[in-house]
């Protein structure tokens, strides 16, 4: 290829380049006239603006390992259950089994998983309860059953 | 008389095969879970094999027939089903796996019917019964290795350390599969079968299944696997949550049981299957499921009574294991269909297996496990009475062990 081949080509782009920069330009001021003022949306959808999570400030949930208190191994997030307000209520957990023979589907309350992130993202996902204690809760089936969901025992006075 | 070499050569392949066979079962649920694929993603890509299983058995069965060196089949399936179990490890996204599943099943539908034919061509048709005995023998040894060792490669290394694992197992297979040496196998039937081409595929499975022996028969596969595939994994999870710490221990169980039986007692099912024994000791194995069945049906307030529910398990697995291509040769013996008529029965059980985990879930949410069990009962019976039945109208008795099959020319 030529010298001249290179530079056409570079010439061709260069009106290009200048136009996004001028197109982008406009974005900046935008993002902090948000939070003010009220746009009004045009029939034809602008482009979504974008917000950051800082890198250990997220936790992935889908197939994510969760641990109990005692350290054990629970069982795998395999679904996350929101109600009507579009809060997160339960997270449903693959327990047991061996060789993926004998595992259970058991809903867990949302209160009681804890996100620790760590900078790699791979933060540790700990439940407040053991295998041992949702060992009784019946089996999820369907988000559109009515779902048990385990919960940790109320704290209260001492029962005899 | 094949040496000694061949006929060691061909167990260990039977040993090695199951080793590799057992990582695909349902711990490619477990792994997909582990790589973030969602539930419906892991229900399609298992949709995908299943169909891929039912859709190639017809096909790999008259494939096998038809190609001369059955030796080179099994090896290339056999580095097909290593080449799948390196695309799981290696890539788990979604157009891999599928891929993986893809050539799983097709590898499978292939493998099973090459070393039935590879075992008829050693052994002769009188020695048939004795020589699967054998294959069942070191296969269920495979099996309950494997669970073990897979299993506890999947607790305490990882989860994808298991797919590489099972692709190791292929080298060790393919070694065995070279032991068996060509010349010792006797060559008339595969010659018989490989003029036909083929173009000839259709008209022959459609002459095969209007032969109403082998219809029969694989209506009792269906029914076979009807009752039995859903049994364990309906109670599997009832026996997790009443075990506690102690479930792995009580899978495990579970899984390497049969297994053992299996190792014990095929030889001498294999036995009986060259003898006027076959009719009953059929029968019993089949009658095995709904008794089977009924345990389950109690095993929530007992759980030892798992441990004699699995020994059935054992002894149904080796009746229908070694049972299955004896009666399959006999029916063939003089169409030469042999591996096409595997590949029938192979997809009667598939058909059987998918239907029965399907139809059980189903009766366990609208009405309860206990009547899903009692359903599966009733095929139980239904599938006993109906071998009974078949097996009574066999047609040619079992040849004298000394008596070579030659092809009429």
């Known amino acids: 290829m030529s010298l001249f081949h290179i530079s056409a080509s570079r010439v061709r782009l260069f009106p290009v380049t200048i136009l996004l920069f001028a197109m982008a330009l406009p974005h900046v001021p935008a993002r902090a006239q948000e939070p003010a003022q009220a746009v009004p949306h045009p029939p034809a959808a602008s482009a979504a603006t974008q917000e950051t999570m800082a890198r ?9 390992v969760v641990i109990g208190p005692d350290a054990k191994v629970v069982g795998r997030i395999i679904e996350v259950l929101v109600d009507q307000a579009g809060e997160p209520r339960a997270a449903v957990l693959d327990v047991g089994g061996f060789l993926g023979v004998g595992s259970r589907r058991v809903a867990v309350a949302w209160r009681a998983l804890h996100f620790n992130p760590s900078p790699d993202g791979q933060g540790r996902i700990v439940l407040d309860m053991t295998a041992n204690q949702i060992r009784a809760t019946p089996e999820y089936k369907a988000a559109d059953k009515p779902v048990t969901v385990a919960a940790p025992p109320q704290a209260g006075p001492a029962h005899p | 008389m094949a040496s000694r070499r061949s006929n060691q050569g061909l167990d260990w392949l039977n040993f090695f095969v199951a080793n590799v066979q057992t990582g695909f079962g349902p711990f490619i649920a477990v792994y997909l879970t582990t790589e973030a694929w969602t539930q419906a993603e892991i229900g ?29 089949v099994a090896a290339g399936a056999g580095i097909a089903v290593a080449v799948s179990a390196v695309l799981f490890a290696a890539v788990p996204d979604w157009p891999a796996v599928m891929l993986a599943e893809v050539l799983h099943s097709v590898a499978s539908a292939l493998l099973g019917p090459a070393i039935a034919a590879i075992s008829l061509a050693l052994a002769g048709y009188g020695g048939l019964g004795l020589r699967l005995g054998r294959n069942a023998r070191f296969a269920s040894l495979g099996n309950g290795c494997a669970a073990l060792a897979l299993g506890l490669c999947g607790a305490y290394l990882s989860s994808r350390a298991v797919f590489w694992l099972t692709a190791i197992l292929m080298l060790p297979a393919l070694f065995a599969l070279s032991q068996v040496q060509a010349g010792e196998l006797r060559t008339q039937a595969a010659d018989l079968a490989a003029d036909r081409g083929c173009a000839s595929l259709l008209r022959d499975t459609v002459a095969l299944l209007a032969d109403r022996h082998v219809l029969a028969f694989a209506g009792c596969v269906v029914l076979f696997h009807l009752s039995n595939a859903a049994l364990l994994p309906l ?8 075990a506690g710490d102690m479930a792995n ?29 076959r009719r009953l000791v059929l029968t019993l194995g089949f009658a095995a499921v709904p008794l089977r069945a009924a345990l389950f ?24 294991g070694v049972m299955v291509p004896v009666i399959a040769a006999d029916l063939t013996r003089h169409s030469n269909q042999f591996n096409l008529c595997m590949g029938v029965f192979g997809l ?19 009405a309860s496990e206990t009547t899903a069990l009692l359903a599966l009962a009733g095929c139980g019976i239904l599938a006993a009475l109906a071998v009974l039945l078949a097996s009574g109208q066999r ?4 040849l004298p062990l000394d008596v070579a099959v030659e092809p009429a020319s």
Do not use: C, N, Y
């Open chain 1, 56 to 64: 250990g400030e997220a936790t992935g949930t889908l197939g994510r």
């Open chain 2, 235 to 242: 109670v599997a999870s009832d026996v997790t949550r009443e």
């Open chain 2, 348 to 366: 009667a059980s598939a058909a059987g297996a998918t239907a029965s985990t399907f139809l059980a879930g189903r009766i366990a949410d609208a």
């Open chain 2, 44 to 72: 399609q890509a298992l949709s995908l094999g299943t169909i891929a299983v039912m859709l190639s058995q017809l096909p790999a069965g008259g494939l096998v027939d038809r190609l001369r060196d059955k030796r080179l």
């Open chain 2, 249 to 277: 221990l009580f899978i495990a169980i579970s899984i390497v049981l049969p297994q053992a039986v299996v190792t014990v007692i095929s030889p001498w099912v294999g036995r009986a299957a060259d003898r006027s024994v």
């Open chain 2, 395 to 398: 047609h040619p008795r079992p």
């Open chain 2, 297 to 320: 049906a109690m095993v929530a307030d007992r759980p030892e009574l798992l441990v004699a529910a699995q020994l059935l398990d054992g002894v149904s697995a080796a009746v229908f």
